[in-house]
Each structure stands twice: as structure tokens, then as C-alpha cells.
């Protein structure tokens, strides 16, 4: 049988390896998200600047105010929507990244609860008579802190869909108004 400190020492140690995988795991699929991000950034780049190539080629090709009108007009709404699109996109790999950041942590968290209790339960087998309140006060003090956890993730997990549900509806609304100020020029 181990003394109090030896389990104590290992479960600290395993604690502590367990913290810094969850971190290393944080880390990679943090610049897995950044990554894509610079993706999408270099690739909005690229096409902007060939659509900006092109734009100009017609402008300087122009011969009246009709045909300035009339080009202006016909890139209204394309870059409307290629502004919407940019933005969902974006939001996607925002959701997606927070949500597997979010997988990995509560992972981490139910495991290391879990080892916890494990712990708690032989040091509560093993304990000396008389000792049953402190075992009730730390179990007590897990529970609460477990509680705490969760109604700190239910509460993100409601501000991330609050913030998804916000940018939908505004690369909605920034649609809408492309197609209405493009049919109105019309």
C-alpha cells in the first residue's frame, strides 16, 4: 500500500503530464485554426488582386460615363456576395476551431475529474476514523468546482452560437442590401 504522499506525488505527476498534453493539443489545433485562416486570407488576396487586374483593364477601356456607370453596377453585387462568402468562411473555421478546442478541454477535464474521484474514493477507504467530514468537504469542493466547469462551458458554448447566429444574419443582411442597391441601379 502507497502512503498519502505517494499517491499524492503520482497523481500530481499525472496531473501535470496530463495539463501539458492538453496544452501542446490546445496549441496545434489553435495554429491548425490560425493556418487555415492565413489560407483563406492568401487565397481572398490572390483572387482580389487578378479581379483587381481585370476591373482596372475594363475601366481603362471605358469611352463614356454610361459604361462607368454600367461596370460600376456589375461589380456591386459580386463583391458583395464574394464579401459574404469571405465572411462565413471565416466563421466556419472560427466555429469549427473553438468547437474542437472546446472536445479537447472537456476531454481533459472529465478524465482528470475522473481520476480525481478515483483518488478521493481510496483515500476515503483508507483514512483514519474521524476524518469522514474532511472527506465530505473535499468531495464537496470537487463537485463544485466540476458544476463550475460545466456552467462555464454550457455559457461558452452559448456565446459562440450567439456570435456564429450574429455574423450569419450580418452576412445576410450585407447580401441583401448588395442585391437591393444592385437591382435598384438597375
Known sequence: MFSYQDQFSAATKTHFQAQ???????????????EKIVELNLSAAKASLEES????????SIKDPQELLALAQAQAQPTAEKAAAYGRHLASIVSATQAELTKATEAQVAETSRKVSALVDEIAKNAPAGSENAVALL????????????????????????????LSNAAKQFTQAAEKTTSRKK
Open 53 to 60: 487586374a481585370a476591373t482596372a483593364q475594363q475601366f481603362a
Open 20 to 34: 501539458l498534453d492538453l496544452i501542446n493539443t490546445l496549441t496545434t489545433k489553435t495554429f491548425e485554426g490560425l
Open 139 to 166: 468531495k464537496s469542493a470537487i463537485g463544485n468546482a466540476n458544476a463550475s466547469y460545466e456552467q462555464l462551458t454550457k455559457n461558452t458554448k452559448q456565446a459562440v452560437e450567439t456570435l456564429e447566429g450574429h
